[in-house]
């Protein structure tokens, strides 16, 4: 290609040479603009590459914090459910406790009744008698 091109630069005009010049200016203007587009390509697959990462990296502390807020969060439901079923133990304790006390009372009133029933009838054999001594007096 030089064979070519260097008998007209020689024996050519200056707008020989001329051009000769802007086509190897061009050439050498397209190569360095390749060069740029290509560092340029691979600075912004690197970045992308980096943000990949990046994401990767932000979704993981996403993931382990969404994580510890569902272990925190059962952690109160577990808290609450046992609180709840101790709760519910102390109150049917209590109430079956009542309901002992209540038959014992039941049982008590039911003997005083009784109790009451019997000196009721001997306060009016008592009385009946002293109607009687009165009566024969």
Do not use: C, W, Y
């Given at each position: 290609?030089?064979?070519?091109?260097?008998?007209?630069?020689?024996?050519?005009?200056?707008?020989?040479a001329f051009a000769g010049y802007l086509i190897w200016s061009n050439q050498r203007q397209e190569k360095r603009l390749f060069e740029v587009h290509d560092t340029f390509v691979h600075k912004v697959e690197k970045m992308v590459a980096d943000g990949k990462i990046e994401m990767d990296q932000l979704r993981g502390q996403y993931q382990q914090r969404e994580d510890e807020l569902r272990d925190r969060w059962h952690d109160v439901v577990?808290?609450?459910?046992?609180?709840?079923?101790?709760?519910?133990?102390?109150?049917?304790?209590?109430?079956?406790?009542?309901?002992?006390?209540?038959?014992?009372?039941?049982?008590?009133?039911?003997?005083?009744?009784?109790?009451?029933?019997?000196i009721k009838g001997t306060l009016d054999r008592v009385l009946d008698r002293i109607a009687t001594t009165k009566g024969d007096l």
């Open positions: 290609m030089l064979e070519t091109i260097l008998p007209l630069l020689t024996d050519g005009s200056p707008f020989v577990k808290k609450v459910e046992s609180d709840k079923d101790h709760l519910e133990r102390q109150i049917l304790d209590n109430v079956l406790a009542n309901t002992k006390v209540t038959e014992e009372s039941k049982k008590a009133i039911e003997l005083i009744a009784t109790s009451l029933g019997k």
